[in-house]
């Protein structure tokens, strides 16, 4: 029905928010460069304080000459090491230990050669404390690599060591905050491009979602300046996906709606009231939904994890503000031309289509059975690769390609198998300093310790482990170093050291998920049935998203081990996979479901449901694809545990989005029929349209449909 004569909003209302939106990022885009300048990967930053092993950091930098980067220098030659090989490495030693003063090896004591040489004759070793006074890892490594470069021919070196594993991965993480940024743009580019094969429309959705994106990083920056939340590499690139993905997937649905609108009302301000009248409240429960859940991670004692709460809060809030608002504004001013060539045109005919999504619709309804039990038996056979392995990456089997750092460390386990763990650090009380020892050395899995310097009114020893670094045999060593002398009563010995932050992380990521997952679920179902005003239709949306979340983890297991090759998942991507996966596959589930409730008014539970499948279908579809590409983006990155994190939640929102949205979903709420809206008024015969009361047989007795 045409509305010609209702009043449209005036003409400057649409100027005077892309005013508004110009004075903001005269003031934002200026601190969105600067987040780069916050993020800090440090362990005292992201583990929380109470860990022993961040105790143990911090006391290391608080002391005089603050914390030392640990450098192993691995000489090996093939067929045994000459003497020109054995002189080289001393003068190596030698010129590194006077370049980088006060301590130059810890092996350099009284006791023995500051060099070690292997039993087989065939490696020889040193290790360099250097101080952080002179720089990060990742400025420090290449110059000691470059340093030693002049040596025989065939006398190979490898430089290792805990700060040369974090130098290698913070050059993994240097400028991936632009390379995220640009990947995704192009990704996203291309996405609307084929999805409006238009050569206008695709760039006034790219424009408001990165206004948003840009508002967002500056948003974080003053977050972090204000309240002193932690930001890492990490979390700094979901931002970028979020904020893309989320608000591109709004975008999607607002256009949808408008062009939906432009049929029926010839003024296009007009249009866009309406448009936003039926796509907002759905957007604004879809965001509500993924505020609430990422809030959710603020009761995680990571560091990083509880971080990444606000930080993402602040990311969809910003990508809800701009296309709610600069969006429909920028595309009411350029009017119906800006969809050339596909100009949808004022008619008062009827504009429905079945189409594609309307025979699927029929399909489903004919055979809901079999549509049930076909999906779920999809997604269970999925889910059998939760059997696969699912033990927790090591730090070295981090990289896709290993670094000289990592191998480095395999060459060390070769020819020193007792030096082979990263060493442990113990700061205890300097009369205690013989005793920790003594009892470091007699625990099992400890080849040896070595006490260190003492002052500040603490006392350093170095423990090394006999096991491979990140494995279950070393965290069992560092449990028993941790019991034996935390026994030592008034020594106040504490354990740290990188693999005990790694142990510590694993278990405090294991302790957040339980606190985390439950809550998330609850506020995730508090927020559906809000919005649906029913109890059976939000626990059905929930079932299906945790059938869906279980499927997408299993068959990415089954990729990550059997066809790519890790070695374990990483301990924060389950943690993080289920809550995009359960916030953001909810989000496909409230714009059907939405949707359905509002045509169920007027058509019935049946019919209700049918006509939102074909209205959403499309529009659902593409959203989801470009969710996915976005979160892919992060696959093209060379850490192993983002491209865990992007295919995991890639493919779980392709499950969503062209499984369980597209047919499981519309099949149960067929086959359980008007109920699926109870306790609303909707789901009683009596309450509902002349469609429900007179097909009520239909829906009491779906079983026969299938």
């Not at 429309?201 to 840009?214: E, I, M, N």
């Not at 939340?229 to 975008?251: H, P």
């Not at 256009?255 to 249009?271: D, F, G, K, Q, T």
């Not at 979340?549 to 289920?578: E, Q, Y």
Request: proline share 6%.
């Amino acid at each position: 029905m045409s509305l010609k004569a209702e009043v449209p909003p005036g003409r400057w209302v649409p100027w005077l928010v892309i005013g508004l939106w110009l004075v903001l990022a005269v003031v934002m885009v200026p601190l969105s460069g600067k987040l780069s300048s916050v993020t800090t990967d440090k362990a005292v930053d992201t583990l929380p304080a109470g860990a022993e092993s961040t105790k143990v950091a911090v006391l290391e930098d608080s002391l005089p000459g603050g914390e030392d980067n640990t450098f192993v220098f691995v000489y090996h030659r093939a067929g045994g090491l000459t003497g020109a090989d054995r002189a080289t490495i001393e003068r190596h030693h030698n010129t590194l230990a006077g370049r980088y003063p006060p301590k130059a090896a810890a092996g350099e004591d009284d006791e023995g050669p500051a060099t070690r040489l292997s039993t087989d004759g065939k490696a020889m070793m040193f290790t360099l404390d250097v101080s952080t006074t002179y720089g990060a890892p990742e400025a420090i490594v290449g110059p000691l690599r470059d340093a030693a470069k002049d040596r025989p021919t065939g006398l190979e070196l490898d430089v290792t060591g805990p700060a040369a594993i974090d130098g290698d991965m913070d050059a993994v993480f240097d400028g991936i905050d632009l390379q995220v940024f640009l990947t995704t743009i192009i990704v996203v580019t291309v996405l609307l491009i084929l999805t409006y094969r238009s050569p206008v429309l695709w760039f006034v959705p790219l424009v408001a979602v990165g206004a948003a994106a840009l508002t967002a990083m500056a948003t974080v920056y003053l977050l972090v300046k204000g309240f002193g939340i932690v930001v890492n590499d990490q979390n700094s690139a979901l931002l970028t996906i979020l904020v893309f993905g989320v608000g591109t997937d709004y975008a999607l649905l607002l256009i949808a709606r408008y062009r939906e609108a432009l049929h029926h009302h010839e003024n296009v301000r007009v249009a866009m009231v309406h448009a936003l009248r039926g796509a907002a409240p759905a957007i604004v429960a879809s965001a509500a939904t993924v505020v609430a859940g990422l809030l959710c991670l603020l009761v995680a004692d990571l560091n990083s994890t509880s971080g990444l709460g606000p930080i993402g809060a602040a990311g969809i809030l910003c990508a809800l503000a701009a296309m709610l608002t600069l969006f429909p504004a920028v595309l009411v001013v350029l009017g119906r031309r800006i969809f050339w060539p596909a100009i949808p045109r004022f008619s008062t005919a009827a504009q429905d289509k079945a189409g594609l999504w309307g025979r699927l619709g029929t399909g489903i309804n004919r055979r809901r059975w079999v549509a049930t039990l076909g999906s779920l038996g999809v997604l269970g056979v999925l889910a059998i690769g939760l059997t696969g392995n699912t033990g927790a990456l090591r730090e070295q089997d981090q990289f896709l390609s290993a670094p000289e750092s990592v191998t480095g460390f395999t060459v060390l386990r070769r020819h020193f198998p007792e030096l082979g763990g990263q060493p442990m650090t113990i700061y205890t009380r300097p009369a205690y300093q013989e005793r920790v020892v003594d009892i470091a050395e007699r625990t099992p899995g400890v080849a040896e310790a070595v006490p260190g310097k003492a002052v500040g009114g603490w006392a350093e020893i170095s423990v090394f482990p006999t096991d491979a670094p990140d494995t279950a045999a070393e965290y069992d060593t560092i449990k028993r170093v941790r019991t034996g002398v935390h026994g030592v009563f008034g020594a106040q010995a504490i354990v740290g050291g990188p693999s005990a932050e790694n142990l510590d992380t694993e278990v405090t990521t294991r302790r957040d998920e339980k606190r985390v997952i439950p809550l998330v679920l609850a506020v995730v179902l508090i927020v559906l049935g809000l919005l649906l005003r029913a109890i059976v239709a939000p626990l059905v949306l929930m079932a299906t998203v945790i059938i869906s979340f279980a499927a997408a983890f299993g068959g990415s297991v089954f990729v990550f081990d059997t066809i790519l090759g890790f070695k374990g998942i990483d301990s924060s991507v389950p943690l993080l996979a289920f809550l995009f996966l359960v916030a953001l596959g909810v989000d496909y589930n409230i714009f059907l479901a939405s949707r359905a409730r509002e045509e169920t008014v007027r058509l019935g539970s049946r019919e209700g449901m049918l006509k939102a499948l074909t209205a959403t279908g499309g529009v659902i579809t593409s959203a989801g694809l470009v969710l996915a590409a976005t979160f892919a983006v992060l696959a093209t990155l060379p850490l192993v545990m983002l491209v865990e994190v992007g295919f995991l939640v890639a493919f779980g929102v392709l499950l969503d989005a062209l499984l369980v949205r597209s047919v499981l979903v519309p099949a149960l709420t067929l086959l359980i029929g008007r109920r699926i809206w109870w306790p609303s008024p909707l789901s009683r015969p009596a309450a509902g349209p002349p469609t429900d009361r007179h097909t009520l047989a239909d829906e009491e007795e779906p079983a026969l449909q299938g």
